[in-house]
C-alpha cells in the first residue's frame, strides 16, 4: 500500500480558490498537479488568444497555490516529458510522487467526465472524483428538476434560484414585485450611444511569456493576439467587474441586444472568461451587481437582466448539457447539413454584419450575446448550417468557450438542432431585426430593405427559406404562427420569389 501524499489535479478552468478537490486537503499531505498539455490545446484549433488566456491564468493560479503554501507540480506545455494528455500526465505524476490516491473535481466537459471515469483502471490508486461546488444548482438537483417535466423553461428555473440565493428577493417575493423586467430592457441603438471602454490589462511578464509561447506553437490558429487584454489573475478579474458596475451596469440591460460597428464590447461585462476559468465565483459576482442596484447606482430592470443571465442562463445551460449529452453532441433536428463558408474564419463577406462580427471575435477573441446568437447563430440557423460544424467554430474561438457552456447555447438555443428542449421556438429573423438594433445595414453592400434579387438582404429570402423547407417540423409550433399564416397569404409567385433568390445566394455557399 502506497503511503505517499494525495495527488489532486487541478484542470485549466478550475483556477478556484474554493475548489472541493483543495476545501478538505492538508498543504503537507498533498501535491497539486497542473498540466499544459498538447491534446486540449489541438482538439480544436482554439483561438490564440484563448490559448495565452488559459496557460496565463493557470500560470498565475500556480503561483498564488504555492505562495498559500501548497505544494505545485506544474507541467509545461514544452516540458520535453510531458505526455500531451491529462491521463499520461497523471499517471506520470502517481508515479513520481508515490501519491496514494487522486482526487479531483469533476471536470465542466463529457469527454473529460468518460476519461475520469477510466483512471481507476488505469493509474492503480483509488481516484475520488467530487462535484464541482462552484455552481448554485447542483447537478443532481437540476436532474431531480427536470425530471417528470414536459417543458424544461428556463425561466421557471431562474425563479427557483433566485429563491435559493436569495438574491434581489423581498422575503420570498421578487423585488419589485416581478421576477423578470426584461420589457424594460433591450432598445435598439440610438444616435450618439457611445458605450465606455472596458478595461484592458497589459500583458505582465508571465503573460508575454505565454504569449510569445502561443504564437511559436500556435501562430497558424484564428485569431490575433495584438490586442490582448483579459485579465488573467482573480485580483484583475475584480477589477473587471467592478470597473463594469462602476461604468457600464445601469446601461446594460437598455442595450443589452444592441450592436454597434465600432463598438465590439457594447454595454457588457466581459466577465464570462474569468467566471469559467474559475476566477470569478457566479454568486459572489451577482452580489456585487445586487449592493450596486441597493445603493441606487444602477436600475433594477439592469441588475435583475444582469443577474437572471447568471444564475438563470448559465446555470440553466450547465444543467441541459448534462441532461442532454452525449445525444446534444450529434443532435440535428433541422437536418442541416451545409458545411461552413471560409468567411467565418476570413471575414470576407459582402455581409456587413457578419464581416463586423468575425472581425471583432478574430481581434478580441470575443463577440457579444446578440451578435453570437443573432448574427452568427440566426445565419446559420436560416442558411442551414452543419450544426457540428458550427458548434466547433463557436468552441474553438471565443474566450469563454467550454462544452457544457458553448454546446447547448449553439446547437439548442442557436440551430434549434435539439428539436426545441432547450428553447420554444428557433430565432430565426431577417435583416429587419438586424437593422433594428445595429448599425451595421447602413455601411452593408446589401440593401435591408430589398426582400428580393442579388442586392437584397441574404437574411430576407434565407428566412423564408428557413420557415419553408421546415414547415412540416414547425409550422405547429404556436410561436410560429403568425410567420407560419404570413407566409401562406403570400402569392404564389412571391413565396417562388424569396424560394429562388435564396437557392441562388446558398448556391454561392456551396
Ligand atoms: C451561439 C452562442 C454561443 C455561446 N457560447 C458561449 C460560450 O462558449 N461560453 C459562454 O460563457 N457563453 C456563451 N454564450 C452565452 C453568452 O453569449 C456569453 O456568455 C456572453 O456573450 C459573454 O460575454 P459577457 O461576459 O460580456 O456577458 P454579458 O452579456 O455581460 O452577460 C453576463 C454573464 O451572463 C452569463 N450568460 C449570459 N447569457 C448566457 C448564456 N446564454 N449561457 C451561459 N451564460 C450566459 C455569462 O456568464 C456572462 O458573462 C453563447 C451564446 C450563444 C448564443
Ligand atoms: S443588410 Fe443584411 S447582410 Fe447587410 S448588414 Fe444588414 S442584415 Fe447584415
Given at each position: ?36 498539455v498538447?491534446?486540449?490545446t ?19 493560479f500556480?503561483e ?5 503554501g501548497w505544494?505545485?507540480?506544474y ?9 500531451g494528455?491529462?491521463?499520461g500526465?497523471?499517471q ?9 490516491g487522486v482526487e ?6 463529457w469527454?473529460?467526465?468518460q ?16 462535484p464541482d461546488?462552484?455552481f ?19 425561466e ?8 435559493q440565493?436569495g ?5 420570498d417575493?421578487p ?11 433591450r ?25 510569445a509561447?502561443v ?8 485569431g ?11 485580483a ?7 470597473h463594469?458596475?462602476?461604468t457600464r451596469l445601469?446601461?446594460?440591460g ?6 454597434l460597428?465600432?463598438?465590439d464590447?457594447?454595454?457588457h ?15 459572489e459576482v ?8 441597493r ?6 430592470a ?6 437572471r ?6 446555470e ?8 442532454m449529452?452525449?445525444d446534444?453532441?450529434t443532435a440535428n ?13 476570413t ?8 464581416a ?14 446578440i ?13 442551414g448550417?452543419d ?5 466547433a467554430?463557436?468552441?474553438?474561438v ?10 447547448p ?6 440551430l434549434?438542432?435539439?428539436g426545441?428542449r ?13 437593422s ?7 455601411g ?9 434579387g ?21 409550422s ?10 404570413t407566409?401562406?397569404?403570400?402569392s404564389d409567385?412571391?413565396r ?9 445566394f ?5
Open positions: 500500500m502506497k503511503t505517499g501524499p494525495v495527488l489532486v489535479p487541478v484542470l485549466g478552468d478550475q483556477l478556484s480558490p474554493a475548489l472541493s478537490s483543495l476545501a478538505d486537503r492538508s498543504r503537507n499531505d498533498t501535491v497539486v498537479l497542473m498540466m499544459e498538447a491534446d486540449e489541438t482538439y480544436v484549433r482554439h483561438h490564440q488568444a484563448k490559448i495565452a488566456l488559459i496557460l496565463s491564468a493557470m500560470r498565475h500556480a498564488d497555490l504555492r505562495a498559500q505544494q505545485v507540480d507541467v509545461a506545455l514544452d516540458d520535453p516529458d510531458n505526455t494528455s491529462f491521463t500526465e497523471v506520470r505524476a502517481v508515479q513520481r510522487h508515490g501519491a496514494r479531483v473535481t469533476e471536470p465542466g466537459e469527454r473529460v467526465r476519461m475520469f471515469d477510466g483512471w481507476a483502471g488505469v493509474l492503480g490508486v483509488p481516484v475520488r472524483v467530487m461546488t462552484r448554485v444548482c447542483a447537478l443532481p438537483d437540476f436532474m431531480a428538476w427536470a425530471q417528470g417535466r414536459r417543458e424544461l423553461r428556463m421557471w428555473f431562474y425563479r427557483d434560484m433566485r429563491r440565493t438574491l434581489l428577493m423581498q422575503g417575493q423585488e419589485g414585485g416581478r421576477w423578470n423586467f426584461d420589457a424594460d430592457n432598445s435598439g441603438p440610438e444616435a450618439g450611444l457611445t458605450p465606455p471602454a472596458p478595461l484592458h490589462f497589459a500583458p505582465d511578464a508571465v503573460t508575454q511569456d505565454v504569449i509561447l504564437r511559436s506553437r500556435f501562430g497558424n490558429h484564428f490575433s493576439l495584438e490586442r490582448f487584454g483579459w485579465p488573467v489573475t482573480r484583475d478579474a475584480m477589477r473587471l467587474l467592478d463594469f458596475i462602476a445601469a446601461d446594460f437598455r442595450w443589452q441586444d444592441a450592436m460597428a465600432d463598438h464590447t457594447m454595454f461585462a466581459l466577465v464570462a472568461p474569468a467566471l469559467n476559468l474559475g476566477l470569478l465565483d457566479p454568486v451577482c452580489r456585487k451587481v445586487e449592493a450596486a442596484y445603493r441606487g447606482d444602477a436600475p433594477l439592469a441588475a435583475e437582466g444582469f443577474v443571465q447568471v444564475i438563470g442562463w448559465r440553466y445551460i450547465r444543467g441541459m448539457y448534462w441532461l449529452m452525449p446534444l453532441a433536428a433541422l437536418d442541416a447539413t451545409r458545411d461552413l463558408p471560409d468567411f467565418w474564419w471575414g470576407e463577406t459582402r455581409m456587413r454584419c457578419i463586423q462580427t468575425v472581425r471583432a471575435t478574430r481581434d478580441n477573441a470575443y463577440a457579444h450575446h451578435q453570437r446568437l443573432m448574427i452568427m447563430g440566426n445565419f446559420a440557423l436560416i442558411a448550417l450544426p457540428q460544424q458550427v458548434a467554430w463557436f468552441l474553438a471565443y474566450a469563454d468557450a467550454y462544452e457544457w457552456v458553448e454546446l447555447n449553439v446547437a439548442g438555443m442557436a434549434h438542432a435539439d426545441g432547450l428553447a420554444s421556438k428557433p430565432y430565426a429573423a431577417s435583416g429587419a431585426y438586424i433594428r438594433m445595429s448599425d451595421y445595414c447602413k452593408c453592400q446589401y440593401n435591408v430593405k430589398l426582400k428580393t442579388p442586392d437584397a438582404c441574404p437574411f430576407n429570402a434565407l428566412y423564408w427559406h428557413f420557415l419553408d423547407r421546415n414547415t412540416e417540423r414547425l405547429r409550433n404556436p410561436r410560429l404562427a403568425q410567420p407560419y399564416a407566409w401562406r397569404r403570400m409567385d412571391k417562388a420569389e424569396y424560394v429562388t433568390s435564396a437557392e441562388a446558398l448556391a454561392t455557399l456551396d
